[in-house]
């Protein structure tokens, strides 16, 4: 049973589960063992070894393939089009390998530092990949690239992190079908809560499941899931050959934060809209941005494709611009309790971050100039603690800058 028939809250806990068959435990064991008893050689229960199979980790890759509505079977594929590794990045990592050596690639300009360094102080030396870096809200740009330069895959992330730049997937999508490139999403800030790029036309979607999907700050982790047989049948090869896999223990934590991403996505949109108003009325801030504000400047398509429960919402990451620079900036930061200072986001506990000095300080300083990742940009995950307390939090730090 695919449970895609089900109301997304209920795909949370059901989406790819089954009892486990020895026993009827109703929650997936974790299981550690590295290998599994053959009868004879090559005839055994569908588990050899546990890089290649293991039933902890399948269950959160069925979960994770059904919130983003692969579509796929456990006939078509065995965990349904859903892969999960030991990071984000070892999930990016593997599907780069897709791409041969020496391919072309388009990456959207703004994506979270590791990507970018992923890209371009690893796989362009180690791979030859070739990544051009388009600013992707305006999708006829990568219509007026491709149109003269070919490009075996297209990586966008909407939002973006960390200036929460939106990109109309339908029609990126669409663009990428027509080109033959394979069309990538990362998924992290917006969930399959609120927004399945595959739904949208994307070949495949990317999860650092470090943030939302594990929730809960306790778990590094990541995931792809893809619609299209194919690309599952690589992925599956890939997964194994190169061997990042997700580990049972983790598997078991990620799928646990992943039955509560619906009620916890509520609760981050309503924070984060209620927070993001209230920054935007205070002296010391320049400027928010925030994807459900009419100020930003894609918040149209942000309505229309970020969506829960059929109404606009947005999210629970916040970027801010205060009034002067670093000093500003380390005041504040130096100042707020309830959000902590460290890097990461999605968890239930509110962070706040410099993503010049911390998150994006592999993105060279022009390039961070140019994407206007400056000195005074502060970067904010609302957690699902009373957003009254986050606003006192808020202020009190917003008046030592
Ligand atoms: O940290 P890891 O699980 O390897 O995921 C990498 C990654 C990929 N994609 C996005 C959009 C991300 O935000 C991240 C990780 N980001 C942070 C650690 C951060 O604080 O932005």
Redesign the pocket.
């Known amino acids: 049973m695919t449970h895609s028939n089900l109301n997304l809250e209920s795909r949370c806990i059901h989406g790819g589960q089954h009892p486990e068959p020895t026993t009827g435990a109703v929650m997936p064991p974790i299981f550690t063992s590295s290998t599994f008893v053959q009868e004879s050689p090559g005839v055994h229960k569908g588990f050899e070894y546990s890089r290649s199979h293991n039933a902890t980790r399948f269950a959160f890759e069925r979960c994770v393939a059904n919130l983003e509505s692969s579509g796929l079977s456990e006939a078509d594929d065995r965990t349904c089009g859903g892969f999960a590794f030991a990071?984000?990045?070892?999930a990016?990592g593997t599907a780069l390998e897709l791409l041969d050596h020496g391919a072309p690639l388009v990456c959207m300009d703004d994506?979270?530092g590791?990507?970018f360094r992923l890209l371009t102080r690893v796989r362009v030396r180690s791979a030859g990949l070739h990544p051009t870096y388009l600013d992707l809200t305006d999708p006829s740009r990568l219509e007026a690239h491709l149109a003269k330069h070919k490009a075996g895959m297209v990586w966008v992330?909407t939002p973006t992190?960390?200036t929460l730049k939106v990109v109309d997937l339908a029609a990126i999508a669409a663009i990428c079908k027509r080109h033959g490139a394979i069309s990538v999403c990362?998924n992290?800030?917006a969930t399959p809560m609120l927004q399945r790029p595959l739904e949208m036309g994307f070949d495949m979607v990317?999860h650092?499941?470090?943030?939302y999907l594990g929730g809960h700050s306790d778990v590094?982790?990541?995931a792809l899931v893809t619609n299209r047989t194919d690309l599952a049948e690589k992925l599956r090869f890939l997964q194994n050959a190169i061997g990042s896999v997700m580990g049972p223990f983790d598997a078991y934590l990620a799928l646990r934060g992943a039955k509560t991403l619906a009620v916890r996505m509520r609760r981050h949109c309503d924070s984060g809209m209620q927070i993001a108003q209230w920054l935007a009325t205070h002296p010391k801030v320049e400027k928010v941005i925030y994807p459900g504000l009419p100020s930003h400047p894609q918040h149209a398509i942000a309505a229309k494709q970020m969506q829960l429960d059929g109404k606009p919402a947005f999210g629970g990451m916040i970027t801010i611009l205060l009034k002067g620079g670093l000093a500003e900036s380390r005041r504040f930061l130096e100042n707020v309790h309830l959000f902590a200072l460290a890097?990461?986001?999605g968890g239930v506990e509110s962070l706040i971050?410099h993503p010049a000095i911390m998150?994006h300080a592999s993105v060279p300083a022009e390039s961070r100039q140019q994407l206007g990742i400056l000195d005074n940009l502060v970067r904010l995950s609302v957690g699902i603690e009373h957003p009254d307390d986050l606003i006192r939090d808020l202020a009190h730090g917003l008046s030592k800058a």
């Open positions: 990071s984000g990045l070892a990016i994506v979270y590791g990507t992330e992190n960390p990362d992290t800030f990317m650092s499941a470090t943030k590094v982790g990541g890097e990461s986001l971050e998150t």
